[in-house]
């Protein structure tokens, strides 16, 4: 009886172990979540070729709006509207719509909201 009681100690201690690992891993995750949104968006802005067309500032290509600030110009929720849909926002818009999901234009435009 006694080694069995041993060996039921141990699941004990594992099971303990992984719901610490899971509790320290969720409040990591939510604690990095703005920053973490933000680097993304920053990496998006090259994988969505936005450079092409857009400075910020030293890396781009001149050809569009400077975007080094453009996070004191217009909220967080406008950024990520004109993203998915740059028409909606301004009929005359000549920034063509970019094919991206929800997820890539929350990250840029949290990306584009800190730049101020
Ligand atoms: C083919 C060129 C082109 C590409 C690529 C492009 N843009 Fe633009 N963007 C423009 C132009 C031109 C404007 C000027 C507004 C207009 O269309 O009237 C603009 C405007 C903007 C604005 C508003 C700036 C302001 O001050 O009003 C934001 C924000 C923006 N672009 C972000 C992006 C992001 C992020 C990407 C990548 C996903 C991107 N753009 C890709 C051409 C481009």
Same mark, same amino acid.
Request: net charge positive.
């Given at each position: 009886?006694?080694?069995?009681a041993?060996?039921?100690?141990?699941?004990?201690?594992?099971?303990?172990?992984?719901?610490?690992?899971?509790?320290v891993?969720?409040?990591?995750?939510?604690?990095?979540?703005?920053?973490?949104?933000? $680097?993304r968006?920053?990496?998006?802005?090259t994988?969505?070729?936005?450079y092409?067309?857009?400075?910020?500032?030293?890396?781009?290509?001149?050809? $569009?709006?400077?975007?080094?600030?453009?996070?004191?110009?217009?909220p967080?929720?406008?950024?990520?509207?004109?993203?998915?849909?740059?028409?909606?926002?301004?009929?005359?818009?000549?920034?063509?719509?970019?094919?991206?999901?929800?997820?890539?234009?929350? $990250?840029?435009?949290?990306?584009?909201a800190?730049?101020?």
């Amino acid at each position: 009886m006694r080694a069995r009681a041993g060996e039921l100690r141990v699941p004990w201690a594992a099971l303990v172990g992984a719901a610490v690992a899971i509790a320290v891993a969720t409040t990591a995750a939510f604690g990095q979540d703005a920053s973490g949104l933000a $680097a993304r968006g920053k990496r998006l802005f090259t994988e969505q070729g936005c450079y092409g067309c857009h400075m910020i500032g030293k890396m781009g290509t001149p050809i $569009a709006t400077d975007l080094s600030q453009v996070g004191s110009k217009y909220p967080e929720a406008y950024l990520r509207q004109w993203l998915r849909e740059p028409q909606q926002q301004k009929p005359q818009a000549h920034m063509p719509k970019i094919q991206m999901a929800e997820a890539e234009a929350q $990250a840029l435009a949290a990306y584009l909201a800190s730049l101020k």
